[in-house]
């Protein structure tokens, strides 16, 4: 069972920048494919960005260039780092990793990510 905990979240002027670190137990770490999601309130959680064990990296068009997602296995964490944040991006953020099903079946408990304008 992968156990995912999340910091760096907190309020922050739009035009600010944030970095998101999600620290995760399982071993297996370097190899996982993992993700941030995020959920405002009102609305369903939605996909933000992803990176597989080698690299390579995805991101929703909303983020594209503002956003940067990446990973150290050694640490087993992985990062988001967000800049010119605007309000529309406060959400809680969660990081959530795919299990053997190859579904986002690890989450985190959340961090808030508030915006201000």
């Known amino acids: 069972q992968v156990q995912l905990v999340e910091s760096g979240g907190g309020l922050v002027q739009a035009g600010g920048s944030l970095r998101l670190s999600c620290a995760a137990s399982?071993?297996?770490?370097?190899?996982?494919?993992m993700g941030w999601f995020r959920q405002a309130p009102g609305k369903e959680r939605e996909f933000v960005a992803s990176?597989?064990?080698?690299?390579?990296?995805n991101y929703a068009d909303s983020v594209k260039g503002r956003f940067t997602i990446s990973r150290n296995n050694a640490k087993n964490t992985v990062y988001l780092q967000m800049n010119n944040l605007k309000p529309e991006d406060t959400a809680v953020y969660y990081c959530?990793?795919?299990?053997?099903?190859?579904?986002?079946?690890?989450w985190g408990q959340g961090t808030q990510v508030t915006v201000s304008s």
């Open positions: 959530a990793a795919v299990s053997g099903r190859g579904q986002f079946d690890y």
């Open positions: 399982d071993r297996t770490f370097s190899t996982s494919h």
């Open positions: 990176i597989w064990g080698g690299g390579y990296t």
